[in-house]
């Protein structure tokens, strides 16, 4: 097991929608990794299509910036559409 | 091809497909729980369920052909070991790792090719069996021609017990491609698959990816056989104890 890699697995549910992170497993290489996340992670027909990426090639956000990082947004309302009254005249948009 | 019932060389022809696909599955169900890693575990005993389904199909197809009321419950759990028709190479102790990952990939290539052939039988019943299956036998052949090679070219101990595993199977294989009398009747009315031609792709492909992964073939050995005619290994006798328990103990017993 000291060889094996830490891989993420995304699966696209069906055409046409994203892949989704839905968990991770332990593989020596990537193609062992993909036939890994087929066998455990497609058993009841969960996908059409498979992405694994090594965790380590990630770059993530730090969780101990969380609040630094993501706290800013909430009192910034006029980030969201709502926040603009519209004119009358426009019905739809 | 219609009106097979009563055709004792078709019924025993499905028997060995389905005790085959049985044996095959039952061994590698024995890693349930001992897989070297979990992903590989979960991985083992899909491939088992898998080749547990095929073998399903088979016997109901035989259950189908039998002079009497029979199913498939009844071919797999109360024949005994002389009526399995399986080669012997299934019927094999799983071994460590790399002996069962390369007995998989031996049965692998085999079954990708037999049932290619078998899915355009004239009996139709067997054609679409088999088209089901190849799907998913093609992915088993993915998975341990893979690991044959990571396992081949990669430590020392790897590649030791991968070599020792080619040397101790190696001469099981040829009983892969055997026919009798009855098969080759069925395989001129296009009922079967042409055995010589899939054993000499076999032995193409085989051979070029087990050079690929600098495994070296033994010269001689003892050559196994028998299978088809009912002689098995001591190996299915146990096999049989304990996989017919239940149903010999509880017969009829259901869950």
Redesign the interface.
Known sequence: ?AE?KLYEVFIRAKSGLNHRHVGS?????A??AL??A???YT?RKEGVSIWVIEAEKITASNPEQEHEWFDPAEDKVYRYPTFYPLDKEVENM | MTGQFNNPALHSYLLRLADTSLTMGQRLAEWCGHGP????D??LT?VSLDLIGHANIFYQLAAELHEHPITADDLAFLRDAHEYRNPIITELPKGDFAYTTLKQYFIDVFNVHLYQALSTSSYEPLALAAKKALMEVK?HR??SE?WVE?LSLSTEEAKTRSQKALFDLWFYTPELFETDAAMDELFVQGVIADYTEIKTIWHQQVEAHLQHCQLTLPESGWVATGGLQGEHSEHLGYMLAEMQFLQRAYPGCEW
């Open positions: 097991m094996m497993l332990h593989a020596s290489d193609q062992m036939l890994n087929r066998d455990v058993r | 890693y979990l992903e590989e979960v991985a899909n992915y993915k998975r893979a990571r």
